[in-house]
Nanobody, 118 residues
Framework: QVTLVESGGGLVQPGESLRLSCAAS????????MGWYRQAPGKQRERVST???????SYADSVKGRFTISRDNAKRTVYLQMNNLEPEDTAVYYC????????????WGQGTQVTVSS
């Protein structure tokens, strides 16, 4: 079993930055693809970014060039650096861990709220 705990969310103004962290316990962290997902009120959960154990990354078009995902296997932590935040980025952000042959996360964190507002 894998337990994921997100942190770093908060209330910021447009144009500001946040750095989210996801700390993992249990499992063999380096073998999982890790991802960040978000869900805004009234909308479906969407993939924001993923990073494999080989450090291959992917990003949703809406965040490309603004967000950067990274991982530190020694610290069993994945990060999401969020720059130039926009009101449209407002959502609950979830960390997920994906196993091989899985199209989506097998484990989820509890989520952290990100609100971008003037």
């Amino acid at each position: 079993q894998v337990t994921l705990v997100e942190s770093g969310g908060g209330l910021v103004q447009p144009g500001e930055s946040l750095r989210l962290s996801c700390a993992a316990s249990g499992g063999i962290f380096s073998l999982y693809t890790m991802g960040w997902y978000r869900q805004a009120p009234g909308k479906q959960r969407e993939r924001v970014s993923t990073i494999t154990n080989g450090a291959t990354t992917s990003y949703a078009d809406s965040v490309k060039g603004r967000f950067t995902i990274s991982r530190d296997n020694a610290k069993r932590t994945v990060y999401l650096q969020m720059n130039n935040l926009e009101p449209e980025d407002t959502a609950v952000y979830y960390c997920g861990a994906l196993r091989g042959s899985s199209s989506g996360p097998s484990y989820w964190g509890q989520g952290t709220q990100v609100t971008v507002s003037s």
